[in-house]
């Protein structure tokens, strides 16, 4: 009998590879505030980067085919007035990104189908109800226009970004500064790692703690904690002598980890991307140069190494491409963009395979972007887990929809109902703005209606404009008169 020394697995041979410089993005001014976030965000339109910007905040919003170099004067969403600290893009809408920053609010922008042509100023909405700087924006996975922000004041909000409201506000959970948030993958549950050393699993329509561990990382360097699709937690951190960590957890079990693995002795926060489709987390150190993946198994010891990525220029930032957005006719299983000071370098990960055949084994039905709930239905209680889409005609996206927002009152009693953390407003939004409806086919007449609206406002302020330079000219011309026959 011959002892199988070499754990099978498709994965084993997944290999990184940067692309070629023309393909990088060149000279972007990585912003350098001092944030645990990964400055970057992607999807299969574009890459939005947090770049350095004096008098504000600002990020960049580059389409995907805009490789080279950047040009100093390219236009950026700038509407800020503090350091932009974290952007997400909607998972539900690929020209809708959301915004936090040290000046407390949260903004929600739509860009425009083909990019940006000029700075982008005005959000579709501004959310206000943080006391202090928001440093942490994550979209719920599967109900439309649901957006969680948490801020330096230990303050987790979620907002319904369609009518402007503010859901639930979860003040008492946290006694100090949350490092990050994760939702499940129905969104009935997230779970939050805090600098006080623990992770906590919160229901946010309850307003309860569903379950909690102290001292997952027993190190005071920053955690991160996020939820895999089978519902455990896989947590970085440090140990008591700042070795950096990885650990996995059975939250109906939380007293031990099921693994924990110690990697090395840097001391930049690592932060873990993870795959639900092929249960793959790929861990990536700020500060460092290297990538390292990791397959997650039901078989001990549950966390497999698999290999790592190394380079030679440390990396500031990350972003990570949705499934949808790869190239399947390549068995691309992932792409990272990895942030250096002044570029934006795509990284991709392959699984070597001979056939030219579409892999049905890497590549299941994933997320795709459509909502599989309403704001209104995940606030009655209502759970459902992603709508999956096929990757084997390789995905094409279609045409997005402009976002909408409501303009019903939102001090109105027409709110739904809620447990602990009840709906109240806390948000404005600018007068120019009208409407964050889902999108849907009945309104698009609505929509044509604001748009001719729109053309013929400004069409009368042109008019009064002509009609005043006019009169501007008239009273001139007289004066001139006066002049020059010696009358003034």
């Known amino acids: 009998m011959f002892r199988k020394v070499v754990r099978q697995s498709k994965f084993r ?37 947090i770049v350095e910007a004096s008098g504000g905040g600002a990020f960049l919003v580059l389409p995907l085919s805009k490789t080279g170099r950047i040009d100093k004067a390219y236009p950026t969403v700038c509407g800020h007035t503090g350091p932009v600290l974290d952007i997400d893009w909607c998972p539900h809408n690929d020209e809708v990104i959301a915004s936090g920053s040290e000046d407390c609010t949260v ?65 008492s959970l946290h006694p100090d500064l949350i490092y990050n948030v994760s939702w ?14 623990s992770v906590r699993i919160v229901d946010p329509r309850r307003g309860t703690l569903v379950a909690e561990r102290e001292k997952a990382h027993e190190g005071a360097r920053p955690m991160r904690a996020i939820f895999l699709a089978d519902g455990k937690v896989f947590t970085t ?86 499934k949808r957005g790869l190239e399947v006719s390549k068995c691309e299983i992932a792409r990272f963009y990895k942030l250096h000071e002044r570029k934006c370098e795509p990284i991709v990960m392959t699984v070597p395979r001979k056939s030219d055949l579409f892999q049905d ?40 929809r402009d976002l909408k927002v409501n303009r019903r009152n939102v001090l109105s009693d027409s709110r739904p109902a809620a447990a602990p953390g009840s709906p109240r407003p806390g948000a404005s939004t600018p007068a120019a703005f009208t409407s964050i409806a889902a999108p849907g086919g009945s309104l698009a007449g609505a929509g044509e209606a604001g748009k001719l609206e729109e053309v013929m406002q400004e069409l009368r302020a042109l008019r009064a404009l002509v009609k005043e330079q006019g009169d501007r000219i008239c009273r001139l011309e007289e004066q001139l008169g006066r002049v020059e026959n010696g009358d003034a």
Request: aromatic share 10%; with cysteine.
């Open 361 to 400: 084994d890497l590549y299941p039905d994933t997320a795709g972007p459509e909502a599989a709930l309403e704001a209104e239905e995940w606030v009655s209680g209502r759970d459902a887990n992603p709508i999956l889409i096929s990757l084997r005609e390789a995905y094409v996206p279609s045409k997005q």
């Open 237 to 322: 951190g440090f140990s008591r002598m700042s070795e950096r960590q990885l650990a996995l957890w059975d939250p109906e079990n939380f007293g031990e980890p099921m693994a924990l693995q110690e990697l090395d002795s840097s001391n930049g926060a690592l932060l873990p991307f993870y795959d639900p489709d092929t249960n793959v987390v790929y861990v990536c150190g700020k500060g460092d140069s290297s990538i390292r993946y990791f397959e997650i198994t039901d078989e001990s010891p549950y966390i497999h190494f698999l290999n790592t990525f190394t380079s030679k220029e440390p990396q500031r930032g990350m972003g990570s491409m949705p």
């Open 107 to 171: 903004m929600v922008w739509q860009i425009p189908e083909n990019g940006l042509v000029s700075p982008l100023t005005e959000p579709v909405v501004v959310l206000e109800g943080h006391s202090k700087r928001v440093g942490i924006i994550t979209w719920h996975p599967t109900a439309r226009n649901v957006l969680l922000s948490a801020g330096c004041d230990n303050v987790v909000l979620i907002w319904n970004v369609s009518t402007v409201e503010e859901l639930y506000r979860l003040d």
């Open 184 to 197: 499940n993958r129905n969104g009935s549950l997230f779970c939050t790692a805090c600098k006080d050393k």
């Open 13 to 49: 041979h997944v290999f990184g590879q940067p692309v070629k410089n023309n393909q990088c993005y060149e000279d972007i001014r990585v912003s350098r505030v001092t944030w645990d976030s990964t400055f970057c965000a992607v999807n299969p339109k574009f890459l939005a980067v």
